[in-house]
């Protein structure tokens, strides 16, 4: 007859070893997870950059580009000025530009050929939000209608987006432009007011 001290011992190494392995698997998804979550997270802060596009006479451009493989959505691209006015800027639409990652700096290459290059287009979704798809590009705009203070100086420039875990849940972040395009969308704006300004002039000529 099986000594049941030895049947007990038993199913307890059985059940621990059950739980342990259990333990272990769970840390390894867990730490799968989280890396691969600051890996995209990394790539997103680095490929989404809001960068400077060349202004016109009605407004100053910021363009977002998802140089990533994912999809995300583009919650607000705001201007924050020295007296602390947050400007959330006007979507104007896709920009017809495809990103390619793998080239030096990131460079965003100019769509030529829309049969050769597939691109999705980026498009405003529920809330003025704006999901850019991967590879794609939208441009956002401080337009006329919005500047209140001919005086304003820029102090940061963000993006806030949202992105998918790997679970499939939303992850808020933002991203702050560098100072460098910051200041780039100062010139912009100064160029824009003197502009408007002298077009005020001519038509009181």
Request: proline share 3%; aromatic share 6%.
């Given at each position: 007859?099986?000594?049941?001290?030895?049947?007990?011992?038993?199913?307890?190494?059985s059940?621990?070893?059950t739980?342990?392995?259990?333990?272990?698997?769970?840390?390894?998804?867990?730490?799968?997870?989280?890396?691969?979550?600051?890996?995209?997270?990394?790539?997103?802060?680095?490929?989404?950059?809001?960068?400077?596009?060349?202004?016109?006479?009605?407004?100053?451009?910021?363009?977002?580009?998802?140089?990533?493989?994912?999809?995300?959505?583009?919650?607000?691209?705001?201007?924050?000025?020295?007296?602390?006015?947050?400007?959330?800027?006007?979507?104007?639409?896709?920009?017809?530009?495809?990103?390619?990652?793998?080239?030096?700096?990131?460079?965003?290459?100019?769509?030529?050929?829309s049969?050769?290059?597939?691109?999705?287009?980026?498009?405003?979704?529920?809330?003025?939000?704006?999901?850019?798809?991967?590879?794609?590009?939208?441009?956002?705009?401080?337009?006329?209608?919005?500047?209140?203070?001919?005086?304003?100086?820029?102090?940061?420039?963000?993006?806030?987006?949202?992105?998918?875990?790997?679970?499939?849940?939303?992850?808020?972040?933002?991203?702050?432009?560098?100072?460098?395009?910051?200041?780039?969308?100062?010139?912009?704006?100064?160029?824009?007011?003197?502009?408007?300004?002298?077009?005020?002039?001519?038509?009181?000529?």
């Amino acid at each position: 007859m099986r000594d049941p001290i030895m049947t007990w011992l038993s199913i307890l190494q059985s059940i621990l070893g059950t739980v342990t392995s259990f333990i272990i698997w769970s840390l390894l998804v867990y730490l799968f997870y989280v890396l691969r979550n600051r890996s995209l997270e990394h790539r997103l802060k680095r490929l989404i950059q809001p960068e400077r596009s060349d202004p016109d006479e009605d407004r100053v451009h910021v363009v977002c580009a998802n140089g990533t493989d994912v999809r995300v959505t583009v919650r607000d691209v705001r201007l924050i000025t020295r007296n602390d006015t947050h400007l959330s800027l006007t979507y104007l639409g896709d920009t017809g530009d495809v990103i390619r990652p793998s080239r030096p700096n990131d460079i965003i290459a100019r769509r030529r050929n829309s049969v050769v290059t597939r691109h999705e287009k980026a498009g405003q979704i529920e809330r003025r939000f704006v999901e850019l798809p991967a590879q794609t590009a939208g441009m956002w705009a401080l337009t006329a209608d919005q500047v209140d203070d001919s005086d304003w100086q820029f102090v940061d420039c963000l993006l806030v987006i949202d992105y998918p875990t790997l679970l499939n849940t939303r992850k808020l972040m933002v991203v702050t432009a560098k100072s460098e395009i910051v200041d780039d969308l100062n010139a912009d704006f100064r160029a824009y007011i003197v502009g408007r300004e002298a077009r005020e002039d001519t038509r009181h000529v």
